[in-house]
């Protein structure tokens, strides 16, 4: 492997024998040589193989028809420029004229196809560990419960270091306001609240968590409203479990991976996000007498006193000590799955490559303020939810329903009963 030792130079004499080759190993690798070019000269190419009804042979896939010419690298296609995840990822480019090889571009549709197949394969073994490990959800209800004659039932998930209770007054807010009644459920997510604690914090099994709630509670479909953490999980019901969502609400987050994104406003504030939940994993608990104590360590890594208090909500006292309600360990290992959305193509690629659609009705609200939903999240989003409408509300945060709450609410009532939703097939 690179090392020749002084006895086999000694041997040979000198390193041009050594390196020397015989002749009758030189005519044996010129035969060689030969034989490969003939076999590769008469090869055709891929792209010979694949249908015509699709430019790369990839039925299904609208990012895929979009960009044309999916890629690893950074290749242009017709003014689109396609980034190193393949698809979902799109900016304008403007080298419109470039073009790739018709060999070139066959080789990268099989190459998309192949992770498509592995990502599937992979989402069939996250759904069966997620149905052996569910969690438990503990519940409040908001609103009059359970009407006759009154619209489906509506599912609210709550942020990362949120609970139910965050949402109590909102939800009384908007079953107050809606023309039709309805049962609002509000669950605590796994880790989260009083629901128990699990090592996994992966979106296929806290929407695994949530039909099992449905289950209980004997609904058979919803629709489901998420925040943040929440809204990723509304998400991944409604594209892994369809049959079970009506229509989907999804405030201040998009399908796409923050953690492990581009720099940007968002990351900075994800990574932000990491470090308040290392600082909240690391407080010494021992030295914790009241939580004045826990706030003033906090405030040496979160300058934002408001922020401090939401999280030392978590923060109880049980048999004379203080620990926290949420799985904090759990959710600090956690925190790039967290910050993704892997449904089964893991972290470097979009979601968009399984192929899955949701047919019916999706509601994006984003705040005026906050960098969360962007204009490069948009072919992801159309990817996933074809049906889908985005609002904004100004001069609002990623907080949207506790920073504007009637604002929100009127956003939501709006969706909850307009006129002529996507009809349930």
Known sequence: RGQVSAATLRTTGSWDKLLQPSSAAMARFSACTLVLVLIFSTIPTVSSFLPSSSPLGLSGHPALARATLPSRGSRVAQGVCVGRVGVGRVVASSNAGETLNPADAAGEAFTVERRRKWALRRQEGLLAAAEEGTVELSFIEAGPGPVEGGGGP?????????????????????????????????????????????????????????????????????CVIGHSMGGKVAATLALLHPERVESVGILDIAPADYAGSAPGPAAEQWKDIGMIIQSLNELPMHQVGTKKDADAFLAKTISDPILRAFALTNLVRREGKWEWKIGIKHINRNMGLIGGFDLGQGLQEPASILGMTFPRDTYFVQGGNSHFIRSRHLPEIQALFPNFTLQTIRNCGHWVHSEDPKATIDRVRGFLDRPDPTPFR
């Open 154 to 222: 509506v599912l609210i998930l709550h942020g990362l270091l949120g609970s139910s209770r965050n949402f109590v007054s909102w939800a009384n807010g908007l079953s107050d306001a809606l023309e039709k009644p309805r049962r609002i459920i509000i669950p605590d997510l796994r880790n989260h609240g009083e629901s128990a604690h699990s090592r996994s914090m992966g979106y296929v099994h806290m929407a695994r968590d949530v039909v099992g709630l449905l289950d209980r509670l004997g609904i058979a479909r919803c």
